[in-house]
């Protein structure tokens, strides 16, 4: 064999080895990233979590979630919003980053790009602003849903800004909300990103030694009707969705608060 051709080999055994090491290297550094989603964090309020369909909860910093593979984005997302959370801080928006603590692998932001929908965040960045890495967390690609830009900036907005208030008034509140997925949904991208034609959100108030809850449901598209047009019980979401939304509560408590569909207790 030639000195050429052996330098060749050569090189050719190196890129190879190169690409092989920074391959396992690569694989050990998403092992441990998707093992440590597995930990429940400090702040995590692990007795008002929702049961998982999908069997894959990760758990970040400021916020839980489960994620469906099927649909691509997270059935729930579930944080505390307490009143020491709530900053008026306008942080420079990230981009968006796949979230490698999914191990089914999380949607790429490019399915959004020229689908006609917003990144709707499900954690919203509005409810993390009291640190700049807490809200950067919410630009993982497992804390956003196909929303219509009028619904996401419009009623969908409007909720949020009052769960706002409520966090506010009331010392802060536990938060559950996501789309509601299932089969024959619309999609979007190369993974087939689920569009919902409904969201939730579920609000968990337990302040003052008593818990009350408040749960709504909206049809995906823009409305001027008032908030509580869209107050649901929790059983009507949990039917809609298979999930049970607060199983660590005593039977009688929890039968009690999720088949009510009262919101006389919150102020409108």
């Known amino acids: ?38 930990e429940v964090k400090s702040d995590t309020n692990l007795y008002f979590l929702p049961t998982s369909t999908t069997n894959q909860i990760v758990h970040h910093n400021n916020y839980s979630l489960s994620y469906s593979e099927p649909h691509e984005q997270a059935e729930w997302v579930a944080y505390e ?10 942080h420079k928006r990230p981009y968006f980053e796949i979230d490698k603590a999914v191990k089914t692998g999380a949607a ?24 700049k890495e807490a ?15 009028q619904f996401n900036a419009g009623v969908w907005n409007r909720l949020e800004q009052k769960v706002r208030y409520w966090a506010s008034g009331n010392d802060g509140v536990f938060v559950v909300t996501g789309g509601v997925l299932k089969n024959g949904l619309k999609t979007i991208g ?9 969201f939730y959100k579920v609000i968990l108030d337990n302040n003052n030694g008593k818990i009350k809850v408040l749960a709504f449901l909206m049809n995906h598209k823009d409305s ?10 929790v059983d009507e979401v949990e039917a809609l969705t ?7 509560l005593d039977d009688t408590i929890e039968n009690k608060l999720e088949a009510s569909r009262s919101y006389k207790s919150w102020s409108f």
């Not at 190369?190 to 409904?198: A, K, L, N």
Request: overall charge negative; charged content about 25%; proline content about 4%.
């Open 1 to 38: 064999m030639k000195k050429k051709q052996i330098y060749s080999v050569i090189a050719i055994v190196i890129v190879i080895a190169i690409y092989t090491s920074e391959y396992y290297i690569n694989s050990e550094e998403g092992a441990v990233i998707i093992e440590n989603g597995k």
């Open 81 to 90: 919003l307490k009143a020491a959370h709530l900053s008026a801080t306008n």
């Open 108 to 131: 790429h932001w490019r399915n959004y790009k020229k689908s006609g929908y917003d990144r709707g965040h499900l954690c919203p960045a509005g409810d993390r602003r009291f640190t």
């Open 135 to 149: 809200h950067n967390e919410t630009f993982l690609t497992s804390n956003i849903s196909p929303q219509e830009h």
């Open 190 to 198: 190369d993974e087939s990103v689920s569009v919902p034609d409904q």
């Open 224 to 233: 001027d009707l008032p908030l509580y047009k869209f107050v649901v019980s």
């Open 242 to 248: 298979g999930i049970d939304f607060f199983p660590e």
